[in-house]
């Protein structure tokens, strides 16, 4: 991987049968010479607002931000493939008809602080896409879960890789690579993977044998 990943999209293949993984669509918000730290985007868990006002202040406390977390990275070494995993949250209950900001998504089992994605320029501590952007500052947050009415992805916990490690999986099939997009990374949850694997299916096998584009590969998948 000679070029950056950051603010490109991992999609996980049908070769995932990890829970964990299985139809996840993953944004890379950091990428250098050793690591990568991504995010799920479409794991919804449903707390209470109460609940996510004290999780936004304690992760002010936090002194990593959401791309200091080396430390965590080197403790993932489970392959999407082949493991199972416990459930992602006792606060999976349902509220009702929940709006977006009592909707708080599961970005991955490593801790860290509550981040916002979001297409705000002025809002985002870093670019994560074009047109996407990140926010793990209190005061970015606070602003945006109060004031904000756009589309935007309140997230907590992180997934990371070192860089031979996602070279592994990728080589193994787990994962496409996809240019994230506000479209795709806004979409609803539960549309996201579907509407998404045939056009990442596509350009893996596009890449795999060297041509511009393969029509309808996702029933290769």
Not at 25 to 34: G, K, Q, R, T
Not at 134 to 157: D, F, M, N, S, T
Request: hydrophobic share 35%; aromatic share 6%; charged share 20%.
């Amino acid at each position: 991987m000679v070029h950056s990943l950051t603010g490109q999209l991992l999609v996980a293949s049908s070769l995932v049968t990890d829970p964990m993984y299985t139809g996840g669509v993953c944004l890379i918000v950091h990428h250098d010479e050793n690591d990568l730290i991504g995010v799920m985007l479409n794991r919804p868990l449903k707390p209470t607002p109460e609940a996510i006002d004290m999780m936004i202040g304690e992760s002010s406390h936090q002194k990593k931000s959401a791309f200091d977390a080396k430390e965590s990275l080197v403790s993932r070494t489970r392959k999407p493939g082949n493991q199972r995993t416990e459930s992602r949250s006792q606060a999976d209950n349902d509220l009702g008809n929940p709006t977006p900001w009592n909707v708080l998504h599961f970005g991955g089992p490593l801790s860290g602080p509550v981040v916002a994605v979001h297409p705000i320029r002025q809002y985002g501590d870093v670019e994560t896409g074009q047109g996407i952007y990140l926010a793990a500052q209190k005061h970015l947050l606070e602003h945006l879960v109060r004031e904000h009415e756009g589309p935007c992805r309140l997230i907590v916990g992180h997934l990371g890789w070192e860089i031979d490690q996602l070279r592994e999986e990728m080589d193994q099939g787990y994962w496409h690579i996809l240019p994230a997009t506000a479209e795709t990374v806004f979409s609803p949850a539960p549309e996201m993977w579907p509407r998404i694997i045939r056009q990442a299916t596509s350009g893996s096998l596009a890449r795999w044998i060297g041509v511009k584009e393969i029509p309808q590969a996702a029933d290769l998948n």
